[in-house]
């Protein structure tokens, strides 16, 4: 992994182990030196949750369907691999997550067993009015957070077709994403993540000059509830919706590096002034 992505990957998972979408049973207790799988826990009894949401989508029933069928044998094609590495199964043959023990067995909220993959269109902007650096965000209608407008990758759909989709669906903004900025590819610490099935990400960085940003429309699609240009501060950043935190923080230190010197020096001094902050 190039620099970039270090800061994103958490050696230990928290929100998986101490956050949860209201639904869920309580978390079975997950000690930090309890997490990796090749550590015994004698006496980890997981509950189990499925959500129903998912059984009502589960596609081997339901064609419209966007959930894997319960019964893990049923599936037809259990990825072997994802971007965290090969997939180990437990003895029932469950994909067990990479980054260890969640303390919830089942698939939750989520709708595939193992790797659940989204992306991420990170978009910033500098507002020369304001002085002050600006992300594309939408407000998310489950939990009112402050978001990076991503989704999750269709079946079979090519990563950098979901990321330019879902910034048409949740701003109404069309862009190239073939032009953006590499940034984080693999696991998300993420709140609705399980011991069998967890949220993988692909996050893309376009900075966009002043005079294009200006000129576009913002259009709130359906999953959200406002769209805006968000301005970014310490504070905005920590609020931010999931690992959107760390995924913001290390778009935002490429930007700074500037490598391929787009930035005027006016705007230079914002993104730093920016970066010594967070
Ligand atoms: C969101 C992505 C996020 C991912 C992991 C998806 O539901 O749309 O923006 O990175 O979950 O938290």
Same mark, same amino acid.
């Given at each position: 992994?190039?620099?970039?992505?270090?800061?994103?990957?958490?050696?230990?998972?928290?929100?998986?182990?101490?956050?949860?979408?209201?639904?869920?049973?309580?978390?079975?207790?997950?000690?930090?030196?309890?997490?990796?799988?090749?550590?015994?826990?004698?006496?980890?009894?997981?509950?189990?949750? $499925?959500?129903?949401?998912?059984?009502?989508?589960?596609?081997?029933?339901?064609?419209?369907?966007?959930?894997?069928?319960?019964?893990? =044998?049923?599936?037809?094609?259990?990825?072997?691999?994802?971007?965290?590495?090969?997939?180990?199964?437990?003895?029932?043959?469950?994909? @067990?997550?990479?980054?260890?023990?969640?303390?919830?067995?089942?698939?939750?909220?989520?709708?595939?067993?193992?790797?659940?993959?989204? =992306?991420?269109?990170?978009?910033?902007?500098?507002?020369?009015?304001?002085?002050?650096?600006?992300?594309?965000?939408?407000?998310?209608?489950?939990?009112?957070?402050?978001?990076?407008? *991503?989704?999750?990758?269709?079946?079979?759909?090519? $990563?950098?077709?979901?990321?330019?989709?879902?910034?048409?669906?949740?701003?109404?903004?069309?862009?190239?994403?073939?032009?953006?900025?590499?940034?984080?590819?693999?696991?998300?610490?993420?709140?609705?993540?399980?011991?069998?099935?967890?949220?993988?990400?692909?996050?893309?960085?376009?900075? @966009?000059?002043?005079?294009?940003?200006?000129?576009?429309?913002?259009?709130?699609?359906?999953?959200?509830?406002?769209?805006?240009?968000?301005?970014?501060?310490?504070?905005?950043?920590? *609020?931010?919706?999931?690992?959107?935190?760390?995924?913001?923080?290390?778009?935002?230190?490429?930007?700074?590096?500037?490598?391929?010197?787009?930035?005027?020096?006016?705007?230079? *001094?914002?993104?730093?002034?920016?970066?010594?902050?967070?």
């Amino acid at each position: 992994m190039g620099e970039a992505e270090k800061g994103v990957t958490t050696a230990l998972h928290v929100k998986a182990r101490f956050e949860k979408p209201a639904e869920y049973p309580e978390r079975f207790p997950v000690p930090d030196d309890l997490v990796g799988w090749e550590i015994p826990y004698a006496g980890y009894a997981p509950p189990y949750y $499925v959500s129903p949401v998912v059984l009502q989508n589960d596609s081997s029933r339901n064609p419209a369907g966007w959930a894997d069928p319960e019964g893990v =044998a049923l599936v037809a094609e259990l990825p072997a691999e994802s971007f965290s590495g090969v997939i180990r199964f437990d003895s029932a043959g469950r994909p @067990l997550n990479p980054a260890g023990r969640t303390g919830i067995a089942g698939r939750g909220l989520l709708g595939k067993w193992g790797p659940n993959f989204a =992306a991420d269109p990170i978009i910033t902007r500098i507002n020369h009015h304001e002085q002050r650096v600006e992300m594309l965000a939408v407000q998310r209608r489950d939990n009112g957070q402050w978001a990076i407008p *991503g989704g999750m990758v269709d079946r079979g759909e090519e $990563v950098s077709r979901t990321l330019a989709r879902e910034l048409q669906e949740e701003t109404g903004v069309v862009l190239d994403m073939g032009e953006g900025v590499f940034v984080y590819q693999g696991y998300v610490d993420d709140p609705r993540n399980t011991d069998n099935a967890w949220m993988e990400t692909t996050a893309k960085h376009l900075h @966009l000059d002043h005079g294009l940003a200006e000129r576009m429309d913002l259009q709130a699609g359906d999953d959200a509830r406002a769209v805006r240009w968000l301005p970014l501060s310490a504070e905005s950043i920590r *609020g931010l919706y999931a690992s959107h935190c760390a995924l913001v923080s290390s778009a935002l230190a490429g930007l700074g590096r500037d490598e391929h010197s787009t930035l005027s020096k006016r705007d230079r *001094g914002i993104v730093e002034s920016l970066l010594k902050m967070l």
